[in-house]
């Protein structure tokens, strides 16, 4: 593995990680609610569970995250912050496999990458740890499959 030190960003990378933590803290001091997206678009689409949270008064501020969400980058084209080029080594199709997949284990663990990584680690929330290590051990594993076993092209 090797860095492409030119293209590092670290003060970048370090304003974006405080503005997650910002926004997640916000949201739970605000309304009590953890900033977990798979939870919070759980919520908002058809078919959520009734009495869960989503349902009712709770809906509107959920749609206004996923809206801020997909604005975002809207703005910082606006604000003239450079945005790096979308590419992709693998076909739509196997892009459109991995989101279902990511969906599926999203709901198998009660909670995605951000409910338990961002706002369940920093709770101490020991189940957020295991799922956090259980997230992260996949990704690396999967990364070594690719590379090393199948040498799929990066």
């Given amino acids: 593995m090797t860095i492409d030190w030119l293209a590092f960003t670290p003060g970048a990378a370090l304003i974006g990680g ?13 309304i009590g609610r953890v900033a977990g997206i798979s939870g919070i678009l759980g919520n908002v689409l058809p078919g959520a569970p ?4 989503g349902a009712g008064g709770e809906r509107g501020w959920r749609i206004a995250f996923l809206l801020g969400l997909v604005a975002a980058p809207g703005l910082a084209v606006l604000s003239a912050v450079p945005i790096p080029p979308v590419e992709s080594p693998v076909d739509w199709p196997w892009l459109v496999v991995a989101g279902l997949l990511v969906g599926v284990g999203t709901r198998i663990g009660s909670g995605c990458t951000s409910g338990h990584g961002v706002c369940g680690l920093a709770r101490g929330s020991l189940r957020s740890l295991v799922a956090t290590l259980t997230f992260m051990g996949f990704g690396v594993l999967t990364v070594w499959i690719l590379n090393h076993l199948l040498q799929v092209p990066a």
């Fill in 18 to 30: 405080a503005l997650i933590g910002l926004a997640a803290a916000f949201l739970a001091l605000t």
């Fill in 50 to 53: 009734a009495g869960k949270p």
